[in-house]
């Protein structure tokens, strides 16, 4: 009879020694798997945080330049205008190497631009 008890006893360590080990794994296991979903979940909150940023710069951006524009045009004058334009064209064409042609349009509507786009790109 000792004997049984012994064994039965035996049986019970070797169970709770199992339970223990297997215990300690799921809580491993746990430990790591959360670690990994929060850095995940943060990694995520930065991209999305990165996001609205670029999306509040391009509105702030786009509303600058809407500002700017009604500036511009309650305060330059037609020839004033006219001439930023065509300062800011000739910029571009030269830095893109672009070349242009203008003529007068037959109808009296003024100038036309024939060929804006001769040679972009191989600059």
């Given at each position: ?78 020839d ?5 334009v ?13 070349t ?24």
């Open positions: 009879m000792d004997e049984g008890r012994r064994e039965a006893h035996k049986i019970i360590e070797e169970g709770r020694s199992l339970g223990e080990n297997l215990k300690k794994d799921i809580l491993l296991h746990a430990s790591v798997e959360s670690k990994g979903l929060i850095k995940k979940a943060k990694e995520e909150i930065e991209r999305e945080k990165m996001k609205a940023l670029i999306e509040l710069q391009d509105s702030i951006a786009d509303l600058s330049v809407q500002v700017a524009s009604k500036i511009i045009k309650s305060t330059l004058k037609p004033d205008h006219l001439k930023l065509d300062g800011f064209l000739a910029k571009m064409m030269e830095e893109y190497e672009i242009a042609k203008v003529h007068s349009n037959n109808n009296g509507n003024g100038d036309q631009l024939e060929k804006v786009m001769e040679g972009y790109g191989n600059g």
